[in-house]
């Protein structure tokens, strides 16, 4: 796929970094709408990807959300997105799964591919594409339903009736969302009584229990007190080498703590994106080091 | 919280900073008690090292809970790490001159014994790297570091000429044989300043460029 060319960047880490100096030029560059070319690491060159987008723009009405955005998302790996309030990162994951789609004024140019099927595509069958995902969004959203419905909720509407299977799916799912030592004794009582982070939690297991060939979480754990926050990172952090997942956060330290792979965005464009440990000890642009370090944004 | 880190984090310079003061002044003193066999300042270079071992932990102190208060990342995280580490070599440095100050006394005590002249090159050498990385750490400045792990051979030499002029004496002149393996082990300390000056520096790079360049030649 067609990965922005480098730039000459200008190194992070300068002695000015120090003493608060907040970089202007490219962000007022971004800011005045010119193209600025995201610096991309080389590891994420080399990665295998389970999603590519591929110069993606996106308009809300007259005004354009995300400009050119090319980025693969790696295969069974957790790869944040990051950045300042109205910086795309939320549009962008709602773009994989085409909820942008409900909003009457969004127009899109480019595509993002799922394992190489464009998702784009006019011929593309929006549910279908949407079984391939799951997706978990800022507060819980369990249906009103017991929590055993809710985990097969998926694969009752395929048409799955077989006792054995849906049980088995249940079971695989809540420990996989490190759940099911907390609710086994109670699968058939509502999924209204359970606390918020196991609410999140249950989520993810429903999300999972479709095998979606990618996760997208939107915020999952800013509703979450952080005895929940904690546990439901800890889960994405076992979902790692198993399951592809996006994650958006306004949360640096939990980007840091629950992902392989950083991705910077600034004004609808991403600016860099590398490795997690690289964007957080060795940031290329004074840009991404000045948000990574909390001093603007 | 964005301007309590970088309070944290000018206040660890400054704090750092002071210890490296005094650990040149330590050195310089040192030395100068060496040329002039001041037994009196030596004894004063040994007394301040308590103050040197104090600060060392108080910054060590302060470097840890800002790691835990702040969870520092990028140049903030190099800066903190860096400081752990610059701090633990100038605490070393002034052990150095410490024990420099100790064979003072030993020495005008002990035979009288001629100092090779190559001490006094060899300890205005280290006492320049000490001041470079010195300023290298103050000024985030990464061409100034590499130039002090250049001047590293430079001392390692003069330290081998020593050792070997301390070899032929002690052969021409065995009776000073105890005096000599003094100025050998001041020669020692001396290189083992410079040593320490070339991890600091090493460290300052790391700091600025995120490089790590230990255990690699210099380019």
């Known amino acids: ?297 | 919280m964005t301007h309590h880190i970088e309070r944290q984090i000018e206040h660890l310079k400054e704090r750092i900073l002071r210890v490296g003061t005094l650990v040149e002044e330590a050195i310089s003193k040192s030395i100068t008690a060496l040329i002039n066999r001041d037994t009196n300042l030596a004894q004063r270079v040994m007394a301040n090292d308590g103050e040197i071992d104090r600060m060392e932990v108080e910054v060590e102190e302060e470097c840890l809970k800002i790691l835990a208060l702040y969870q520092p990342v990028a140049a903030d995280l190099r800066f903190v790490v860096s400081v752990l580490k610059i701090n633990n070599d100038l605490e070393r440095m002034g052990d150095l001159a410490r024990n420099i100050a100790k064979r003072v006394a030993q020495l005008t005590a002990g035979e009288p014994c001629e100092l090779p002249p190559e001490i006094r090159t060899m300890a205005m050498q280290a006492q320049d790297m000490v001041k470079e990385c010195l300023d290298a750490v103050v000024k985030g400045d990464p061409l100034l570091a590499r130039q002090v792990r250049e001047e590293d051979d430079a001392v390692d030499e003069a330290r081998q000429k020593i050792r070997r002029r301390v070899i032929q004496e002690i052969k021409a002149n065995p009776e000073n044989v105890e005096s000599l393996l003094r100025v050998n082990s001041v020669s020692k300390h001396i290189e083992r300043i410079a040593d320490m000056a070339t991890n600091i520096a090493e460290d300052v790079i790391y700091m600025v460029q995120g490089d790590i360049v230990r255990h690699r030649s210099s380019d």
Not at chain 1, 176 to 186: H, P, S, Y
Not at chain 1, 222 to 240: M, N, W, Y
Request: charged share 25%.
């Open chain 1, 1 to 297: 796929m067609n990965i922005q060319a480098e730039t000459t960047p200008e190194r992070g880490g300068n002695p000015e970094a120090f003493s608060a100096a907040v970089p202007a030029d490219r962000l007022q560059a971004v800011a005045a709408g010119r193209d600025v070319p995201a610096e991309v690491h080389p590891e994420v060159r080399e990665v295998t990807p389970v999603l590519e987008i591929d110069r993606f723009n996106l308009w809300y009405g007259g005004k354009q959300a995300l400009h050119g955005i090319t980025m693969p998302i790696p295969h069974n790996k957790v790869t944040a997105l990051i950045g300042p309030s109205g910086c795309g990162k939320s549009t962008l994951l709602r773009s994989v799964n085409r909820l942008n789609d409900l909003v009457q004024s969004v127009r899109i140019t480019g595509d993002m591919r799922l394992n190489g099927d464009s998702i784009y595509d006019p011929r593309m069958d929006v549910i279908e594409l949407r079984k391939r995902m799951g997706m978990v969004f800022q507060k819980p959203n369990p249906f009103p339903m017991s929590i055993y419905e809710n985990v097969v909720y998926a694969l009752r509407i395929d048409g799955e009736n077989n006792r054995a299977v849906l049980d088995e799916v249940c079971e695989l799912s809540l420990r996989g969302a490190a759940l099911w030592d907390e609710v086994k004794d109670r699968l058939h009582e509502s999924a209204i009584g359970l606390s918020g982070g196991q609410q999140q939690r249950l989520c993810i297991a429903r999300a999972i229990a479709a095998e979606p060939e990618v996760l997208l979480l939107d915020e999952p754990c800013s509703a979450l007190d952080p005895i929940a926050t904690g546990k439901v990172e800890e889960l994405i952090q076992e979902l790692r080498g198993r399951y592809s997942v996006l994650i958006v956060t306004h949360n640096m330290q939990q980007a840091s703590r629950t992902s392989d792979y950083t991705a910077f965005m600034y004004l609808g464009r991403l600016i860099e994106y590398g490795s997690t440990s690289g964007i957080f000890t060795k940031p290329i642009l004074r840009e991404t080091e000045a948000y990574v370090t909390g001093r603007f944004g």
